[in-house]
Structure formats: structure tokens, C-alpha cells
């Protein structure tokens, strides 16, 4: 049985006279930290770089470094990148994070794939919103919420669960619901939308461009109207708004049929063993390896297929229908 937590289900007071301590204030660090303080709780950001820490401290918060903001720390919500998260962990939190605090991760990417290691002694827990940092603070200050993966990894104080709670409703996210799951879990689901459905839609979308651009249609007309117009991009919001299934209305019957039947013949098509292969390197910590050595070697594949996708030819078309359509 799924569980799905609401505002009803979470306390404030469980984080009461509790430092949070924010470590980082980029993306989700920024969102979160004036979330939690706007909702009443005691707030500090710890950061490195000069500017994130300048921005923090001129909006208001009690800034230190990383070292200091953990020994202050009853919380530690650590919203730094998962690439740096070992090393700063290691080096800066663990040391000096006090008996009984709380760990809180936005991912289960460096949890599950034993990157970090949290002490015995930690609450370690998942607040992993399904939003990116600036609707994470849009939601809040507009009283809507937004959903978030929830999971208790390690519960050394028995408060566990009401400390995550309260953390979830504390950034607004208990509002719309925190479903609650395991942190690998979390980390599963989030690698493969990346590495399984991305990469299959794209090759869909691919093919589609490549095959219209050879039957002689103007590649501007092919990407507006695959989605460059945004119709694609609205559609999608419709699906959020009212289902895959009950949004098939809102199209003509032209394109229901159509769609309808045209995806009954596709049905063939079996993408899932090759899913599968994705999964299973995602499950068994087979890509989190590959990428862990990727990133020691100085990252020489990402930076080879960075240059590479400059050069094929949707980029020159996307630049031509951007010009056209005065899009820059
Ligand atoms: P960002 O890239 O926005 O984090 C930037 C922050 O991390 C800045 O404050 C930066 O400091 C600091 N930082 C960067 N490098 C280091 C370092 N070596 N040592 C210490 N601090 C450092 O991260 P996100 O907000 O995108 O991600 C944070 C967590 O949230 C991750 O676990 C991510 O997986 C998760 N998450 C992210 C989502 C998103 O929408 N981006 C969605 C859901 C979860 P400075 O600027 O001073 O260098």
C-alpha cells in the first residue's frame, strides 16, 4: 500500500529549537531555505563560494562554511551537486556533525550507490521534491504545494520520521502530497526517466525529425511542429492537469482516431528489453561506477559527447527555425 503524506500527517513543533543548517544555496539549497524559514523555522546556510554565500547573506540568513554550519547543525539538509556530496561530506560534514542529527537528501543518488556513507549515529532521511529549485519557491509563496519522494533511511533517534516530516511541510511540499518510498528507490525511478524514457522519446523524436527532413519537408516547419511551437510543451501540461488518457478530449477526432489506431499497429514494438539493460545497470550500481570513474578520469566521454552534438544537424536546424521565428 502506497502512502501519501499530507499537511495533516506532518508537525512544525517536531522541528522546534532545532538549528536547520542549509549546505548550499544554488538551486533547490535557495528554494528550500527560505521555504523552511518562511514557515517558521530556524534557518542558517553553509556554502563555499563566495557568491551563493553573499546572495544567502544579503536575503537575510546566517551564513558560515561548510565546516561550521555542520557543527551548529541539528539538521543538515546537504544540497550541494551529487558529483561533490562524497568529498564534502567526508571532509567537511562527518567530522563534525553532532550524535543524533538529522541527514536530509533532496536525492538517493550517493546514499544508494554507497558514495556516502552516513555515520550509525545520524537520522539520515529523503525529502526529494519532484520540482525544480525556482518552482519549489514560486509554489510556496503562491499557498500550492508540489509533490516530493519521501523515504527514513536510518532512524538513530526514533524521530526519524517526524523530523522528515516536518522538513517536507516545512518547504511546502506536504501541501500537494510526499509519497513515501525507499531512498533507492528514489534514485532508481529518478536515473531511469533520465537514461530509459528520455533517451526513448528522444530517438521517437529523432527518427520522426530525420525521417519528415528526407520526405522533403522544411526542417523549420518539422520542428515547429514536432515542438518548437509549444503546443507539445502545453499538451504536456494538460496531461498533469487531467490525465494522458481524459486529456485525449481536448484534440479533434481527427487526431484521436488517428492517434488511436496508428498507435494500436506500434504495438509491436517492444522497447522494454532494452529498458531492461538500463534498469539492470541503474540497479546494480553499474552506472553509478561508470560514471564515478567518468568523472576521475576528467570526464573525457561526457566532454567528447558534449562537442559531438553541436555537429548534428537538428542543432543547425534548431538555430535556423530559432532565427526565423525570432526566438533568441
Ligand atoms: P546546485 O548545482 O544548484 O548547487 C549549487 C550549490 O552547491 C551552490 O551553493 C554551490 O556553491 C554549492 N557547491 C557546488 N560545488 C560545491 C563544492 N565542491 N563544495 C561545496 N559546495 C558546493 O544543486 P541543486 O540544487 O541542483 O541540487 C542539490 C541537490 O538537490 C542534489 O542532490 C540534486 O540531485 C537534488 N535535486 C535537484 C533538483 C533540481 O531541480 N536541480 C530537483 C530535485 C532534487 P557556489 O555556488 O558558491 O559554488
Redesign the pocket.
Known amino acids: 500500500m502506497t502512502t501519501v503524506y499530507h499537511d495533516q500527517d506532518a508537525d512544525l513543533t517536531d522541528l522546534a529549537g532545532e538549528t536547520i543548517a542549509v ?7 535557495r528554494s528550500q531555505a527560505l521555504n523552511l524559514r518562511d514557515s517558521g523555522l530556524r534557518v542558517i546556510v553553509g ?7 553573499a546572495r544567502a547573506k544579503s536575503e537575510g540568513f546566517e551564513t558560515h562554511d ?1 565546516v561550521e554550519a555542520s557543527a551548529r547543525a541539528d539538521v543538515l539538509m ?5 558529483e ?2 562524497p ?2 561530506y567526508t571532509r567537511d560534514v562527518a567530522p563534525r556533525l553532532r550524535e543524533g542529527a538529522c541527514l536530509s ?3 538517493g ?1 550517493t546514499v544508494t550507490f554507497d558514495l556516502v556513507k552516513p555515520k550509525t549515529t545520524l537520522d539520515v532521511v529523503l525529502v ?6 525556482p518552482g519549489v519557491r514560486d509554489r510556496y509563496v503562491e499557498g500550492r504545494g508540489f509533490p516530493s519522494f519521501v523515504a527514513v533511511h536510518q532512524d538513530a533517534t526514533g524521530r526519524g520520521k517526524a523530523r522528515m516530516l516536518a522538513l517536507a511541510k516545512g518547504i511546502g511540499s506536504t501541501r500537494a502530497g510526499c509519497l513515501e518510498l525507499s531512498m533507492a528507490q528514489e534514485a532508481h525511478l529518478d536515473l531511469f526517466t533520465e537514461q530509459g524514457f528520455g533517451p526513448a522519446m528522444g530517438l521517437a523524436l529523432r527518427q520522426s525529425i530525420e525521417l519528415l527532413v528526407e520526405q522533403g519537408y522544411p526542417p523549420e516547419a518539422v520542428l515547429m511542429e514536432l515542438y518548437m511551437s509549444g503546443e507539445l510543451a502545453y499538451s504536456a501540461q494538460r496531461f498533469v492537469d487531467t490525465g494522458l488518457i481524459a486529456q485525449m478530449d481536448f484534440h479533434s477526432h481527427t487526431s484521436q482516431y488517428g492517434s488511436m489506431t496508428r498507435s494500436a499497429r506500434l504495438m509491436d514494438v517492444d522497447l522494454k528489453p532494452r529498458l531492461l539493460e538500463h534498469l539492470d545497470e541503474i540497479r546494480s550500481g553499474k552506472f553509478a561506477k561508470e560514471w564515478d570513474a567518468e568523472q576521475k578520469a576528467g570526464l573525457p566521454l561526457y566532454n567528447q559527447m558534449r562537442q559531438m552534438r553541436e555537429l548534428v544537424p537538428l542543432a543547425e536546424w534548431e538555430r535556423k527555425a530559432r532565427r526565423a521565428f525570432r526566438m533568441d
Do not use: K
Not at 556554502?47 to 554565500?53: H, K, Q, S, T, V
Not at 546537504?78 to 551529487?82: A, T
Open positions: 549546505v548550499g544555496y544554488g538551486n533547490q539549497g556554502n563555499i563560494g563566495d557568491e551563493a554565500r561548510v546537504l544540497l550541494i551537486p551529487d561533490v556530496m568529498e564534502v537528501f533532496a536525492s543518488y526529494a521534491p519532484r520540482m525544480i529549485g
